[in-house]
């Protein structure tokens, strides 16, 4: 019979079918053990006559055997669960089987010794047990013929590396070949019938055994410390799979990782901001509000906040077309009366600026579309100066012309005083906003200028979640570097609240208290997440944190004014800057210089533009790596 006819007759075998195999096998086993009973107990001497005539107590043991191993269940015990089900009932079933053999063997006048029956009991259990794990192991070479098992390595050799083994030796899917583990007393050791090898030895084991899997057998093992193995082992082609502790497989334990959702507002050195806008509303009811950048992190929760101003209708405007499709899908979800008005466009497109105004009659608008990632931009200038610096004043230009009666430029804490394109973008829109307010006519045209935003896009806490999720490290760019902070909600409550006590001209700012420490940042999070800072002080802690240098154009501080003068509003916790801006003239040949340079695709010469009319700008940051 070929391989196919094995694999087809194995794996076609009905339920029932191996029960009568079964049951057959513990019948037929009778005149096998009695033989061997008898031969071993009259080695070198001869069989008595008495037991040659008395050959009718095999047939009555047969049918015995075989009514006692299914009044037993011994059939229906299935050849995976021989090593743990089967050896109790076919312990009994020997010594029913054996004593039944002695007492036939007696009422036939005892030709053989009583001995030869307990020699005969101990030869059945073994071999009803054995006979089972020569077919498990039979029927598993037959099922591997067309479906190999994997090879995989199990990371830890203690108790519950064993445990594993054990459960996994008769897996049909998975061959456990080798233990691994770091210590080095259990090198060359032989534990549940596998060698116990040292990571070092990992590559050659899988050249030679093709080692495709690696299970992490040690359950009380940090995350990260499961991470930091992956991350090792993942390289060399391997996939690594991590056990569950025995409290999580028990339900005391959830079966997620251990870093539970962060609160941004955990982080902040201040109370945080949470005005109930109620000043806000008599500005924004009934109104028509325009947001730029709709889709993005600030501009949707824009959105949010201005539905409990009630204003008329809200224009969502953005570039991307899945951020708009999401925040509408959201804004309709959550709005009660408000018309809401997804527009796809550009602030660069004057024609979209101009047709958005006009067709929707848009009375107040919140400016917050920008490129804002700072590497991003540092790499693309022209791209980010076009879009932040020239996006701004069509938006502007077009507010004006349609007599917009509020326009709030959403700043950013990196155009004061900007050592990086994307600052120095945003410092010339703000330029841009003071000329405009400083013009005739009936738009109140301000600025509302704010620190970094927990929880944005590409901010820090969602980096640090993700590189404390993979088991570290965190990466800082410099061992002091701070930044002011503020909440997603907190920061789009300023510009709804700012906006309303516009005059024109205003730069408002929020007080921020103190910066905080990144380093101190980074603290927190590893910890609230329950794990510990691994460094000199502490060499097996969990999460490691890495200087990484500073990227390019960032400052290790960064500020909120430009001069030193600033007015109280009558919100305590917002202030009006009182800073100088250039006059139209200016204005005029910085955009003009500005735009030439964009023009030619000449970047050197669009950093000289903003160097000669930025103040500031582009200074080396300290410590600064290119």
């Known amino acids: 019979m070929g391989q196919t006819q094995l694999y087809k007759f194995a794996t076609n075998l ?120 020569m077919m498990r192991r039979v029927f598993l070479a037959i099922l591997h013929m067309k479906n190999p098992r994997t090879g995989v390595l ?12 054990t459960a996994l030796r008769h897996d049909p899917r998975i061959q456990p070949v080798a233990f691994i583990d ?48 992956s991350k090792r082992l ?21 079966l997620v990782d251990k870093l539970k959702p962060v609160q941004p507002a955990d982080f ?50 953005d570039s991307s077309e899945l951020a708009l499709y999401t925040i509408d899908g959201e804004m309709n979800a959550l709005s009660t009366g408000v018309e809401i008005v997804p527009m796809l466009g550009s602030v660069t497109d004057a024609r979209v ?6 067709a929707h009659g848009v009375q107040i608008v919140l400016h917050a579309a920008a490129y804002k990632h700072v590497p991003l931009v540092e790499r693309n200038p022209l791209t980010g100066l076009f879009n932040n610096v020239f996006g701004s004043r069509t938006m502007a230009e077009a507010a004006r012309e349609y007599g917009v009666e509020r326009f709030m430029l959403v700043s950013t804490d990196k155009a004061v005083r900007p050592t990086n394109v994307m600052g120095a973008s945003k410092r010339m829109a703000e330029m841009i906003v003071q000329d405009m307010a400083s013009r005739p006519g009936d738009t109140r045209f301000s600025i509302v200028r704010f620190g970094n935003v927990l929880g944005s896009s590409g901010s820090v806490i969602p980096l640090f979640e993700e590189q404390i999720a993979n088991g570290g490290p965190v990466t800082l ?12 909600p907190e920061a789009a409550r300023l510009v709804v609240v700012s906006a309303a006590m516009a005059r024109g001209g205003d730069v408002f700012v929020l007080d ?63 202030t009006r800057a009182r800073e100088i801006c250039l006059s139209e003239i200016e204005i005029a040949t910085a955009l003009k210089d500005l735009r030439n340079a964009i023009d030619v695709s000449d970047p050197d010469a669009a950093r000289e533009v903003l160097a000669r009319w930025v103040e500031g700008s582009m200074r080396p940051a300290q410590g600064q790596v290119g």
């Open 14 to 133: 009905t339920r029932g079918q191996k029960q009568l195999i079964l049951l057959f096998a513990d019948v037929l086993t009778i005149p096998v053990a009695m033989f061997v009973a008898l031969a071993i107990q009259y080695i070198g001497r001869p069989v008595p006559y008495g037991l040659l005539n008395d050959w009718e107590i095999i047939p009555v043991l047969m049918v015995l055997s075989g009514s006692l191993s299914y009044a037993l269940g011994m059939n229906r015990i299935q050849l995976n669960d021989t090593e743990t089900a089967g050896p109790a009932p076919a312990a009994l079933h020997a010594v029913v089987v054996g004593l039944a053999a002695a007492l036939l063997n007696m009422v036939a006048g005892s030709p053989v010794h009583w001995s030869a029956y307990f020699t005969f009991g101990l030869i059945l259990f073994v071999g009803t047990v054995a006979i089972r794990l």
């Open 512 to 574: 921020m208290g103190r910066p905080v420490p990144i380093r101190e940042l980074a603290h927190q999070m590893i910890e609230m997440a329950g794990y510990t800072v691994r460094d000199d002080q502490n060499p097996d802690g969990d999460i490691e944190i890495k200087i990484t240098g500073l990227r390019l154009g960032e400052k290790l501080h960064e500020e909120l004014l430009i001069g030193e003068e600033f007015m109280t509003t009558q919100h305590p916790k917002i």
């Open 353 to 358: 600026c101009r047709d958005v105004l006009e």
């Open 234 to 254: 993942t390289p060399l082609g391997l996939e690594v799979q991590a056990l569950p502790s025995f409290a999580q497989l028990a339900g005391e334990e959830e």
């Open 154 to 165: 199990i990371y830890g050799a203690g108790r519950t590396g064993m445990q594993l083994a």
């Open 477 to 488: 760019t410099h061992a002091d570097v701070t930044r002011y902070f503020m909440t997603i």
């Open 268 to 317: 902040l050195p201040r109370k945080q901001f949470d005005d109930d806008l109620a000043t806000a509303m008599p500005v924004f009811r009934g109104k028509t509000v325009l947001v730029t950048g709709a889709g993005g992190s600030i501009g949707s929760e824009l959105c949010r906040q201005l539905l409990h101003c009630r204003p008329a209708r809200i224009v969502l405007l």
């Open 182 to 229: 770091d210590n080095p007393a259990m090198r060359r050791m032989t534990v549940a019938g596998m060698p116990v090898i040292a990571p070092k030895d990992i590559e050659d084991l899988i050249r030679k055994k093709n080692i495709q899997r690696v299970l992490l057998a040690m359950p009380s093992l940090s995350a990260p410390q499961k991470m930091r193995i």
